[in-house]
Every structure is written in C-alpha cells, then in structure tokens.
C-alpha cells in the first residue's frame, strides 16, 4: 500500500503516520518528491487496512499497490530518483561514464587505466578484486590488496570507486574502500547479500541476471530498497540467448521498459553485453540512444595482456572515441526528451 501525501503536509503529519505504521508492526519508506511525498508500506503480509490512514491528517489518498513491487516503482516516486556521490551523479542530466579494467592487476596498472579515465572526464572507475569466474582456476582477483589499491585511485585521481562486493564480507570492503557497491549477474538473486547490501550506506549498482525477467530485476532491486537503500542503479549487460555472435544479448528495450515502471536509473553495460572489442563502442552509442543514464566499460592498458576479459577490453583509444561519440549523442537526445 501507498500512501500519498497533500502537497501541504507538514514534517510533523508525515511522521506520525510513520510512527502507526511501525507500530503495526510494518515498515514505512517516506519517498519525498518535488509534489508531494508518498510512504511505501512493506512488511505486511496479507492486505493493511486503509482506513487506518483515509482520515489521518496531511494524507491526499490512500492508493493499493496491484503490481508485486511497490518501492521501485513512478506509482511511489514518479520523479526519476538521481543516485548522487560527491559531486558525481547517476540519473542526473549528464551521462554517468563508469570505466576502468575488468579486474585490479597492479597497482601500475590500475593508476595508468585511472588516469586516462580521468582525463576523459569520467567520474567513476570502476576494477573488480573479488572476480566472479566461471572457472575456479581463473584469475580470481587481487582481493584485500586490490581494494587498497582503490581506494589509492581515489585519493591520487579523485574517481568514484565502483567495485563488485561478492558476498557479505565484500560488502564490509567495499565500505572501507570503495564508493558504490556492484552486485554481480551471477548474484542476482542472492537474497542475503541484497538485504546486506540494502543496509548498506553506500549506493548500488544492480546488474542484471544472466537469465533474469525484467520483473525478476526490478524484485531484485525491490529487495535492496525495502531494507532502507533507496540508491540503486539497474545495470543492463546482456542475457543469455541462442545467439553465438556475441558473449550475451543485450536487451537495449529493457532500457524503454524500467523507465515506464521504475524510477531507478538504469545504465548499460557494452562490455559484458557484447564480449567483443570491436562491438562496445556501437553498442555503447546504442545504449545512450535508448535512454540509458550511463555506461559501465572496461578499459585496459595493455588488452592483450589482461588477466580477465581482455577480448572486451577497449584501448585508450577506443575507449576516447567511444566517450567523444557517446557524449554527441546524449547531447542531442536529451532535448529531444528520450531520456
Ligand atoms: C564485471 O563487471 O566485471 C562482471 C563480472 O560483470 P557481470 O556480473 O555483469 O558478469
Ligand atoms: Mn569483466
């Protein structure tokens, strides 16, 4: 359930009616906008009685939420939620630029990546030190050592650390040395590390599953909100499909389709959605087409040498043009009102 606020009601009316709803044992999520506030119930198992709250001073209507989430949704906040670190920003007027190696290698290698990321005039780096890989014989990542070399990037660079938390005690990293917090596809749906991550001060970036429904997504995200995180970025970087051309599909309507339920922002990811070199930078300027709020791309010094999804890796080359030509096209469509 959801209740909607009058545009003139006052801190004190809001609070109140947040106190009864603790009190019946449910949680409140308060979500103020530029019109008015609305409060998200969750908690409840079966129906929450309105007329509890029809009558109580400052509330405009009582409104039953039909669809399986409630935070996620432009029904609770019908203005698109920015997701703000310092002075950088996701879901704002610019587009976020996220970019940096699949994973940490050294530390030589991570200030080399950093700064043409910097001058590129991204702000944020993102680099894994706890991999994800399907093989455990793989490079598995720089781990502890890799989040201090982080959060050296940040100090000498002045990125915005996005870095994968694979577990719980990855989130606890995370929070010492990194600024958002990247849950994987593969992890999706691990339910204890979303409510970890949903008691978490840090934003997140939500990829989205290698198989997941758009619904099963936005559940994921739902998971993370009800705990008390409202800053969460959907991140779209390709399903599985029949297709072999690519290492993944990447579902570019999902883009169009979040925005009319949700308002998350929502980013893609070229990278992981194509697996291929030579197809990030087409797929990079796709996504901005379709609305995206930005971009997460690994990037490498040397691709040929990486210890982890090289084939996908840009050079600095590349990987210029790619923010030359993406940034073009945001300018034009963002008039145009697509976003
Ligand atoms: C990554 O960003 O390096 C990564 C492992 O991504 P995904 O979870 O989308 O596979
Ligand atoms: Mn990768």
Redesign the pocket.
Known sequence: MLIVMKVEATNDEIETILGIITELGYRGHPMPGSQRTAIGITGNQGAVDASRFENMPGVAEVVRVSKPYKLVTLDLRPEKTIVKIGDAEIGGDQLAIIAGP??LESREQAFSIAEAVQRSGAKFF?G?AF??RTSPYAFQGMGEEGMKILAEVREIYGLKIVT?ALDESGVDLVERYGDMI?L????MQNFSLLKRAGRSHLPVLL??G?AATLEEWLLAAEYIMAEGNYNVVL?E??IRTFAQHTRNTLDLAAIPAVRRISHLPVIV?P??GTGKNYMVNPLARAGVAVGADGL?I?VHDHPERAL??GAQALTFNQYNQLVEEVRAIHDVIVPVGVM
């Open positions: 699949c994973a993102r894994g991999k994800p994968e990247q994987g596809a593969r992890n990829k989205r290698l991140c970087r390709g990811d990278s992981h997460i690994e982890c999804d």
